[in-house]
């Protein structure tokens, strides 16, 4: 497997792009984004489980209830979400798209990302849809990825390349994040694209392990989102064999997928509202895979472990301390705590208590902008790893004065 | 039932006090609090569910398991917690603070708050403790809020007056918070006091229905702490015929140590760290009082919620994003928010979606420092009430350096 260029049309046959059509104030910044298989693909979903779901799900969902989609359209600025036309508007996206792109309307997939409970304005979307349709290209992922971007500061894409079964297979994607972002189920808007042959069902279950351990692992503020979308397309072009569950080649896939997924997923904890510095928590010698992730998820939720790491403060006890609350299973007497990053790793814990070390050193770790917490448990060969970022004064600033 | 002064020595009998010792670097503020009844107690207790306890918590659980004590001792800079020595020291507190007060050790109920994983100097406690013991007095409370207070920017004090079968019943309290406030069997550190005869069987069972509806109803950031703790002593100098459960007379004791509580909890929430805005959560019209509760915390958790009070953006999506992942069970269609304070009432959201409503009457609802979410429900007669504050820039600076 090898990383590629090329995002959400690395793999053969996908066509995107991604404009300014008017739903946003700002005029700068494209707004709509939309995605396309030159065939027929298999498809897969995984959506909030929120329960304030956005009318573009519930669509979603209808669409994608027989396994196969053609497109994608989705639109920044507004969530289209606690509407009452609601679902109207979603279904007269799919026919906007559907008439732009000559392909059925229930053969889309629909997407919204922004502010809950405003009315979607329907027509600069009805305008726009047909000149973007033009527009879409072989290289327009970067334009469809900065079309999905509400507080994001970087556009969001991965791609690998695999070989299964003699043949080459790409895949990538795009995805969105920022705030409101505590996934569960999956992340706030993503599109995964692949050429490689595959059921609808394989998909989806191949999907479901690699959201378990990439996107479901992601929290910048553990508010779970009423719009979180995960969708992959397969378009079958690379002409492999059919990839079949509990063979090397779904191995292979689910590798390349879940290797999207987690680059994505760090991409997104990275650029969360306001953050300056990516946190990775790696829990090992957990009793159970679920222990391990409540310690690692629960320490990269801590809003006082997130603030400490802003300022570069090695305070290890909130780390001991969120583990404690996190609901895992853990002897805390058997606990180590070490901090990590470019510029060295520094021992803060060992058995549960304090140990002496270098604040200078901790400093130098802490003041890097990518640090790994890493965690020992010593209670069995269980490992995980979550991904969050820092709280920081422009976190509260972001979100004191979003609407406006 | 009316409010007195007196905070944690309105009752007869009890004294307290508070000094300087020398565990925290700045010598302005008090860091050793005692207090004594003169004579003999019930007593009932309720700590932290964190895995990762207090040393003073195991300790103080021992010393109360007989349902009497007489004395407490507490410091705040220094919680004690994750030391190798962490048992030891707090076993040297109470026998220091039994020989200064003429009480049996095991008779003490101990607390710590501060910053984990430091070892605690007990030589400053031991010299201080005598001194301490003679400043005692019935006028003391003030001064012993004061020693526990951390981050706190307010001492909180609270104390009713009851009449308890023709006999006049006092209780109050004190208690510190701030941050690492999401407590989950009580709150930080709370001590009550009362000179009603109660067994400490029926002591322990009022004490535990009284926090279930009031400390364990705060968040300030999310974290429980490892080192909460609330005690409540009863020295029976009130006279009045022992208290049992089921009759009228523990009905309106209850009433007292529920008044106590909720508005300790209050003065926790408001003076959170970095809050400048108590947020209170009143959720009616749900299906079971779970259901209540959970709604109204899961509102008050919000992290995106809470930075929009800071902003006084009147962000209601926000508020249905989180009923939404809040795990109770609600029908969102049904759902009603409204925004209330000193200057007024906004209703934002009826039936789930958004109504129109005058944006400067919002910025002038949200502006007052005192502001309550109104959320009905129309699936059934449960109430219940959150208490939080919002998120600021000060949080984060507070907490991105509370070590050093």
Redesign the interface.
């Known amino acids: 497997m090898k990383h590629i260029e090329g995002g959400v049309t690395a793999a053969k046959g996908f066509l995107a792009g991604g404009m300014y059509c008017g739903i946003r104030k700002n005029k700068t910044k494209p707004d709509l984004c939309m995605i396309l298989s030159e065939k027929d693909c298999t498809a897969a979903a995984a959506f909030t ?5 956005g009318a573009p799900i519930l669509v979603s969902k209808k669409n994608l209830a027989n396994g196969h989609a053609r497109a994608v359209i989705a639109n920044s600025g507004n ?1 289209n ?4 036309d609601g679902v109207e508007k979603a279904e007269k996206m799919c026919a906007i798209a559907g008439a732009a792109l000559g392909v059925e309307p229930s053969d889309v997939v629909v997407a919204s990302t922004g ?5 979607l304005p329907i027509e600069p979307i009805e305008e726009a849809a047909p000149v973007l349709a033009k527009q879409l290209s072989r290289d327009g992922s970067s334009m469809a990825a900065k079309a999905i971007m509400t507080t994001d500061t970087v556009q969001k894409e991965a791609a690998v390349e695999l070989e299964i079964g003699g043949r080459i297979v790409r895949m990538g994607g795009i995805a969105k994040g920022s ?2 972002i505590h996934p ?1 189920m999956c992340t706030m808007l993503c599109f995964v694209t692949t050429d490689a042959v595959i059921g609808s069902e394989t998909l989806d279950k191949a999907l479901h392990e690699a959201i378990g351990d990439t996107f479901n692992m992601v929290s910048i ?6 719009n979180d979308t995960i969708a992959v397309l397969a378009n079958g072009m690379a002409e492999n064999s059919e990839i079949l569950p509990g063979t090397p080649a779904y191995e292979e896939f689910l590798k390349g997928l879940k290797e999207i997924c987690k680059t994505l997923s760090k991409m997104l904890a990275k650029d969360g509202e306001g953050a300056t510095k990516l946190l990775v928590c790696k829990t090992k010698g957990a009793k159970t895979e679920k222990d391990a992730k409540k310690v690692a998820k629960g320490v990269i ?4 472990f997130k ?2 790491m ?2 570069a ?1 090695a ?4 780390v ?6 996190s609901g895992a299973e ?1 002897d ?1 007497e058997k606990v180590d705590v070490s901090f990590s990053s470019r510029a060295g790793q520094v021992d803060v ?1 060992r058995m ?3 140990i002496d070390f270098s604040e200078d050193l901790a400093k130098k770790v802490l003041s890097e902008d990518e640090i790994d917490v890493l965690v020992t448990l010593r209670d069995g060969d269980c490992a995980a790893e979550a991904y969050g970022c820092d ?3 422009d ?10």
């Open positions: 489980s929120n329960l304030v779901k969530a979400t606690c509407n009452a502010v809950i409970g405003q009315v705030g409101m569960n503020d553990g508010d779970t989102s009423t939720c801590s809003t006082l603030a400490a802003f300022g403060d305070n290890w006890g909130r001991l301390c969120a583990i404690g609350y853990v805390i814990c549960g208590a304090g709280l920081t004064y976190y509260v600033k972001i979100n004191g004065d979003y609407r406006t």
